[in-house]
């Protein structure tokens, strides 16, 4: 044993010496000529433009327009005295659901409303039902609940005015409303 403890301090000696020998420069880049254009990266899947060119108008993603743009609008309707979502309210929402999975930092609050039949009181608690009925579905189908808040407004804030059905029809409704990006 005692043969081989020369040798140590030996190979230290020789290890220290090879980390503080000199490094060698790095080669050097070449310029590109003049008449080179630089290319920019292909984009990933994931990567999104900073506008979406719409005609005269640009829309900024993940922006309320962008929802709209891309789901086809941000509203589900019910039937009278309903909080179940039908088909059509359901193919909404999935669209919803795949525009928010593409802007994972965006937070929205789903609103629900009601026409003006009924009382204050009764219309808060089904505009409540509504929103949390489209919570559910699209926290259902994978969309992080505290990325989802709800509020009901009853029969507050009406979409269109009137007091026959076609009015009433499109006040039955949840809002889909981005809140943050």
Known sequence: MTRHLPKLPLLTLVLLAAACAPKKPPAELQAPPATARPEAPAPTPTERPA?????????VPGSQDDLRAQAGGDTVLFAYDSYELDGEARATLLKHATWLRANANVRVTLEGHCDERGTREYNLALGDRRANSAKNFLASQGIDVARLSTISYGKEKP????????????????????MSR
């Not at 979409?159 to 981005?178: F, H, K, L, P, S």
């Open 51 to 59: 506008s979406v060119e719409t005609g005269a108008s640009n829309i």
């Open 159 to 178: 979409a269109v005015d009137g007091a026959d059905e076609a009015a009433y029809a499109q006040n039955r409704r949840a809002v889909t409303m981005v």
